[in-house]
């Protein structure tokens, strides 16, 4: 299926002469979006690291893309997946880019943050430009017609939502977003799917890749990340549990994060008195299998709003960022978003309570700005008053279908 919020961003960024870097979890897509994307070019040629034969052909000629099949005279599409998985390859790029940059258009794709295997070589900087491929979100699948500055005008302006957003939201409620057991529908596949995605992360890819030793208590720590979504992330706490280093649980987490099983978003401190500054929360990208409730959604309204801040800061509109609130007194708001260190929306989530929490009118009094509370049921759509403010309370599926 076309993705169109992705396409978008593509088309903006290799506009300009520099590479682009697609980067993104392993099975969300990248290989079949680049597949979509030489649709537009005559000429294009597909090379995959993973392949022994098309391996070999890379080391023995380096210029190996000159052998694309040309249709014509336009420029052609050359594209590199997982090429971040060869030792040596950003003195290659940078060498095939200085030479090359204006006969080809080229695409890097892979399953790693494209930065993290750097051993020393040359530095690729401006020579490349990055965005990052997510799951399937609802935004993207109800197709959404709002742009970004009629959001960012008014984000709790009432507005109509596309045709079956709910049914979408509890498919990717069973599912998860990922398109291979998204699109298969069923419940039995999605487990098999799931199983085998997060051993072949844990026991293949990190394990080679970042060369950790301790591949049980890895597989350990990731097994206990799901009950403890929706709270602060307490580190020393998962030290004790497992009977590692902080040091230790600190790394294995930022390698999950560099190959996108997790990702994180900090506190928000400023004006907030007695603010909590320093320990993140943590969300899946595979959320399907979490079992509370309230924890999965929480999580799936986590993954969307963090997708919409990618995308936003990919497309260049600002310097978006995702928080959340909470002080010592344990007074929450789930999620904040800013641009350029500016608060501008506060985002709380409940599954059933359409009555404004405390917190949110307290942290909403606090930073003078819109507010909304997302409740995980439908025909919900009201706009309360909090002094000259508002809050609205609306259907999670009703609201975020409409997330640019």
């Given at each position: 299926?076309k993705?169109?919020?992705?396409?978008?961003?593509?088309?903006r960024?290799?506009?300009?002469?520099?590479?682009?870097?697609i980067?993104?979890?392993r099975q969300?897509?990248?290989?079949?979006?680049?597949?979509?994307?030489?649709?537009?070019?005559?000429?294009?040629?597909?090379?995959?690291?993973?392949?022994l034969?098309?391996?070999?052909?890379?080391?023995e000629?380096?210029s190996?893309?000159?052998e694309?099949h040309?249709?014509?005279?336009?420029v052609?599409?050359?594209?590199?997946d997982?090429?971040?998985?060869?030792?040596n390859?950003?003195n290659?790029?940078?060498?095939?880019y200085?030479?090359?940059?204006?006969?080809?258009?080229?695409?890097?794709s892979?399953?790693?943050?494209?930065d993290?295997?750097?051993?020393g070589?040359?530095?690729?900087?401006?020579?490349?430009?990055i965005?990052y491929?997510?799951?399937f979100?609802?935004?993207?699948l109800?197709?959404?017609?709002?742009?970004?500055?009629?959001f960012?005008?008014?984000?709790?302006?009432?507005?109509?939502?596309p045709?079956?957003?709910?049914?979408i939201w509890?498919?990717?409620?069973?599912?998860?977003?990922f398109p291979?057991?998204?699109l298969n529908?069923t419940?039995?596949y999605y487990?098999?799917?799931?199983?085998?995605?997060?051993?072949?992360?844990l026991r293949?890819?990190?394990?080679?890749l970042a060369?950790?030793?301790?591949s049980?208590?890895?597989?350990v720590?990731f097994?206990?990340l799901?009950?403890?979504?929706?709270s602060p992330l307490?580190?020393?706490?998962?030290?004790?549990?497992?009977?590692?280093?902080?040091?230790s649980?600190?790394?294995?987490?930022?390698?999950?994060?560099?190959?996108?099983?997790?990702f994180?978003?900090?506190?928000?401190?400023?004006?907030?008195?007695?603010?909590?500054?320093?320990?993140?929360?943590?969300?899946?990208?595979?959320?399907?299998?979490?079992?509370s409730p309230?924890?999965?959604?929480?999580?799936?309204?986590?993954?969307?709003?963090?997708?919409?801040?990618?995308?936003?800061?990919?497309?260049?509109?600002g310097n978006?960022?995702?928080h959340?609130l909470?002080?010592r007194d344990?007074e929450e708001?789930?999620?904040?978003?800013?641009?350029?260190?500016?608060?501008?929306?506060?985002?709380?989530t409940?599954?059933s309570?359409?009555?404004a929490?405390k917190?949110?009118?307290?942290?909403q009094?606090?930073?003078?700005?819109?507010a909304v509370?997302l409740?995980?049921r439908?025909?919900?759509?009201?706009l309360?008053?909090?002094?000259?403010?508002?809050?609205?309370?609306?259907?999670?599926?009703h609201?975020l279908?409409?997330?640019?």
């Open positions: 299926m993705r169109k919020i992705y396409e978008n961003i593509w088309k960024l290799s506009a300009h002469k520099q590479m682009v870097f980067a993104g979890p969300a897509g990248k290989t079949t979006f680049t597949q979509i994307l030489s649709e537009d070019f005559n000429n294009s040629l597909y090379f995959n690291w993973d392949i034969d098309e391996k070999r052909k890379l080391v000629n380096p190996f893309y000159e694309v040309r249709k014509d005279n336009s052609p599409l050359i594209i590199f997982e090429l971040h998985k060869y030792s390859w950003k290659y790029l940078k060498s095939v200085d030479r090359d940059k204006g006969n080809y258009k080229f695409v890097v892979g399953s790693g943050r494209l993290m295997y750097q051993k070589g040359d530095s690729l900087a401006g020579r490349y430009f965005f491929l997510w799951p979100t609802l935004a993207e109800a197709g959404n017609n709002i742009s970004f500055e009629q960012l005008s008014n984000p709790i302006e009432v507005r109509t939502c045709n079956e957003t709910q049914l509890n498919r990717l409620s069973q599912f998860s977003g291979d057991p998204y529908e419940g039995h487990q098999i799917w799931s199983n085998t995605y997060k051993k072949q992360l293949e890819d990190i394990r080679d060369s950790l030793r301790s049980e208590d890895v597989e720590l097994s206990l799901p009950s403890k979504i929706g307490s580190m020393a706490s998962l030290a004790r549990d497992i009977r590692v280093s902080f040091d649980i600190r790394s294995w987490i930022e390698v999950f994060e560099n190959f996108f099983m997790v994180r978003i900090s506190p928000w401190s400023r004006k907030i008195s007695r603010a909590i500054t320093k320990e993140k929360k943590l969300y899946l990208f595979d959320y399907a299998g979490i079992d309230a924890a999965k959604f929480e999580n799936m309204v986590a993954l969307e709003l963090f997708r919409a801040v990618s995308n936003w800061n990919d497309l260049g509109l978006f960022s995702l959340y909470r002080n344990k708001v789930d999620f904040l978003l800013s641009n350029n260190q500016n608060p501008f929306l506060l985002i709380e409940k599954l309570d359409d009555h929490a917190s949110l009118i307290k942290f009094n606090v930073l003078n700005i819109p509370q409740v995980n439908g025909d919900i759509c009201k309360v008053s909090n002094g000259n403010l508002k809050i609205m309370i609306i259907s999670a599926d609201w279908s409409l997330l640019p």
